[in-house]
């Protein structure tokens, strides 16, 4: 039975709430070793537009080709090119990076899915050269397999709000304060991070929201010739996919939305219910680890809890040495352990090894474990920037903007439903109330009034886009059609159900859908 051949390597594979959001992957394909960024991205603010304004003001982008060149194996590249500012198109632009992988049958070729593995801040360039592990041979067949890296991430742009030391001290600051000092410590690293966002990217950094990328998403379906969309959404891609879907419904192909975010919730709607979802994964770890020799936890779904919530505040206490450039602290133990929650049974199994030597009073592991998935070197330097860049949409797409005083009072009451992970988790918003720009969405439902059936894919136990808000958005499409993974981890396609996959298979080849109420183990 296949499963996903993805390790979920960038940090935009984390938390919505602490860096954004969560990424069905960002790992690359043995099959497809080159990964060479794409050679014609910018990574410039922004430039001077030199076309004249047109009679219709996007004519210039939609009537665009792409120039694509051989970037490393059947891989082409080239650069979109979209209005910085939607608002005036005629001003400056962003020339945004695009790959594809050509379909391996062109003469049974359906078209092109473009894909985007989440985040926000996942690369979608980074998603399409793995894309021999992560899509069955039917849909590589049929499909051109097309990754863009969205506005303010990877090569598009990029958005950078911290130094590398910086992003440091912002990951591994203590989300738990105690006392007053503690706090004003945080609100310190919050104000750092939202000041340094106006500064090193004060071009762009307010032009990034998921209703910018989906109308550059429009862009680059017009300029690869398609009539309609067809997409493929994992995790915070389902949100760019359901904001297309309701800007454009009558350019909407085949779409799947996996993993799905609710586009109602509010910031603090959407960590709370991460909170709880983490939870209730934390508990399922447990209770796997309990049937396994090789378990560090004592034997009980509580008191195996109990243990790893005791060994989080010793962490508070006296963080742990490690062999690598820096002890293991509360902020980054925690960190870690969210992380590994992912993607079991692989993410599950190194995380009782690193707990284990953890306990033991080394946590080099953990936190070796923890640069992986972050993308942090040994010497120190972050590979991309999606810490930056997930920070940055979240604080577009929803307008909610707490003070310390009523994160606090939230923190608290998130015990109830997630004892480990809620205060945590809760203070992770805080940033926001510094931000120097103003939101540009009001979170609402979707419809997508008159497209056609839309593939929703919801896993019960899936700790970062919990099963409800599959639910709620399937309820929210007029045409979709809910698909349900009965079991553990992020996103349901290529998860290790072989149910799942072919009814994802089936309906990208065939247009077919799964019938309503489809639950697959």
Not at 64 to 91: I, K, M, S
Not at 393 to 411: C, P, Q, S, Y
Not at 432 to 446: E, I, S
Request: net charge negative; aromatic share 8%; charged share 20%.
């Amino acid at each position: 039975m296949r499963r996903r051949r993805l390790a979920a390597t960038s940090a935009a594979a984390a938390l919505m709430v602490l860096l954004g959001a969560c990424s069905a992957g960002g790992g690359t394909d043995p099959a497809a070793p080159d990964t060479s960024t794409p050679p014609a991205a910018s990574s410039a603010p922004a430039t001077a537009s030199p076309h004249p304004p047109a009679a219709d003001p996007l004519a210039q982008y939609h009537e665009q080709r792409l120039a694509w060149r051989g970037c490393g194996g059947a891989f082409e590249c080239a650069t979109l090119t979209v209005p910085l500012d939607y608002a005036h198109p005629e001003g400056s632009t962003l020339g945004l990076a695009v790959v594809r992988l050509p379909a391996s049958k062109p003469d049974q070729r359906l078209g092109a899915l473009v894909i985007n593995p989440g985040g926000p801040g996942g690369s979608g360039v980074e998603y399409a050269r793995a894309a021999r592990g992560v899509f069955d041979a039917p849909v590589r067949q049929r499909y051109d397999i097309v990754g863009f890296d969205p506005r303010g991430v990877g090569a598009s742009a990029p958005v950078e709000c911290l130094t590398d030391a910086q992003t440091d001290a912002y990951v591994s600051a203590d989300q738990t304060p105690d006392d007053p000092g503690e706090r004003r410590a945080l609100e310190r690293i919050a104000r750092q991070f939202a000041a340094g966002c106006a500064t090193r990217a004060a071009d762009t950094y307010g032009h990034i929201s998921t209703a910018a990328v989906a109308r550059d998403v429009d862009v680059l379906r017009a300029a690869l010739g398609e009539a309609k969309l067809n997409w493929f959404g994992a995790s915070y891609g389902t949100f760019i996919g359901a904001t297309y879907a309701d800007l454009f419904p009558g350019s909407v192909g085949r779409m799947v939305l996996d993993g799905a975010i609710d586009p109602r919730l509010s910031n603090t709607d959407l960590t709370e219910g991460q909170a709880a979802g983490f939870e209730d994964a934390l508990r399922r770890f447990v209770a796997d680890c309990n049937r396994r020799t090789s378990c560090p936890l004592p034997a009980g779904v509580d008191a195996g809890v109990a243990r790893i919530q005791q060994f989080f505040a010793s962490l508070d206490a006296r963080p742990l040495p490690t062999q690598l450039d820096r002890p293991l602290n509360q902020g980054l133990g925690m960190l870690a352990v969210l992380y590994y929650l992912y993607f079991p049974p692989t993410d599950w199994q190194q995380l009782r090894m690193g707990l284990q030597e953890a306990f033991a009073g080394d946590g080099t592991t953990l936190l070796d474990m923890l640069d992986f998935r972050m993308q942090r070197t040994l010497g120190g330097k972050y590979k991309d920037n999606s810490i930056d860049a997930l920070v940055a949409v979240n604080a577009l797409d929803h307008r909610d903007r707490l003070t310390t005083a009523e994160i606090a009072a939230r923190a608290e009451r998130s015990r109830a439903k997630a004892p480990t992970f809620g205060p945590y988790l809760a203070w992770s918003d805080l940033v926001y109330q510094y931000w120097k720009v103003p939101p540009a969405m009001t979170p609402h439902a979707v419809s997508a009034p008159g497209a056609p059936p839309i593939l929703v894919v919801g896993t019960t136990h899936d700790p970062a886009t919990p099963y409800a808000w599959a639910q709620a958005l399937a309820d929210q499409l007029d045409s979709a059609v809910l698909l349900t993974r009965d079991g553990d981890g992020h996103t349901g396609y290529g998860m290790g159900s072989q149910c799942t996959d072919e009814a994802v298979d089936a309906y990208l080849v065939s247009g077919t859908t799964p019938p309503p109420g489809t639950v697959c183990s």
